[in-house]
């Protein structure tokens, strides 16, 4: 398999006045082409930090970040920008939908940013609003809307420009039980069909459990502690978490 996205001896120190708070210690991973990656641990952990270096938006303290063969300390800040548009698709936890927007325009805002606003990319995104469950929702606002259509229209702005890696943050943590399912289902579904890799941050043990596999960071470390799918047993997660004392 390739690697699209390579991170090894991570480290990154936050500072509180002359004391440096580490949050990052040591973090070495890979995510795969095609690879459903989860990496589970609790609030503080370090999970969001590392999206954010993984993607290009915070600079490291040490080590090094490889993202589709490229090694994001050579580039600029622009070549950062320019890569992360090319390679990243990002789902969040607070959707970020633009309120004053319409679905559509939402989920066009990635190409329109590079010109690529043609009616050829709109019949592409209605066909992909379509496939993910919101077919005559092009016209709507964020606030017609529920949680779980909200995040769909996230994430379909997170595929507009064809990126083959997305990084998820907690995307069911605003959303109900059966909204988050169906969220995680259409991950699931993005990685067995499409081929696109994910890379998950959460502390839900349900939403772990769809990873192809999972790892765990604990206090800015990834635990030695590891677990494979497809379809990883919940009670498995709640083993290794409680082994852990997660």
């Known amino acids: 398999m390739t690697t699209i996205a390579r991170v090894r001896e991570l480290y990154r120190f936050f500072t509180n006045g002359k004391e440096k708070l580490p949050v990052l210690r040591g973090l070495s991973l890979d995510v795969e082409e095609g ?6 641990g609790p609030s503080g952990s370090g999970k969001s930090t590392l999206l954010n270096i993984l993607s290009g938006l915070d600079r490291p303290s040490g080590g090094s970040i490889t993202l589709a063969g490229t090694d994001l300390a050579e580039l600029s800040e622009r070549g950062r920008t320019l890569l992360r548009r090319r390679t990243i698709g990002f789902v969040f936890q607070f959707f970020n939908l633009m309120p ?9 805002l990635p190409l329109s940013i590079e010109g690529r606003d043609g009616r050829a990319e709109r019949e592409r995104l209605r066909g992909l609003l379509e496939d993910l469950g919101l077919p005559g929702r092009e016209s709507a606002l964020p606030h017609q809307l529920s949680g779980g259509e909200m995040q769909r229209v996230s994430i379909a702005r997170a595929l507009a420009a064809e990126q083959p890696l997305l990084l998820c943050d907690e995307p069911t943590g605003n ?12 991950l699931r579904r993005l990685c067995d069909e499409q081929g696109r890799s994910v890379l998950l941050v959460t502390h839900n043990p349900r939403d772990a459990g769809f990873a192809d596999r999972l790892q765990f960071l604990i206090d800015g470390e990834i635990a030695s502690a590891e677990l494979r799918g497809p379809s990883i047993p919940v009670d498995s997660v709640h083993e290794i978490l409680s082994s852990l004392a997660i």
Do not use: Y
Not at 35 to 40: A, G, I, K, N, T
Not at 100 to 108: K, R
Not at 175 to 186: T, W
């Open 100 to 108: 004053n927007l319409t679905v559509m325009e939402n989920v066009m």
């Open 35 to 40: 690879e459903f990656l989860c990496v589970m």
């Open 175 to 186: 959303l109900s039980q059966k909204a988050g399912l169906e969220v995680m289902e259409i």
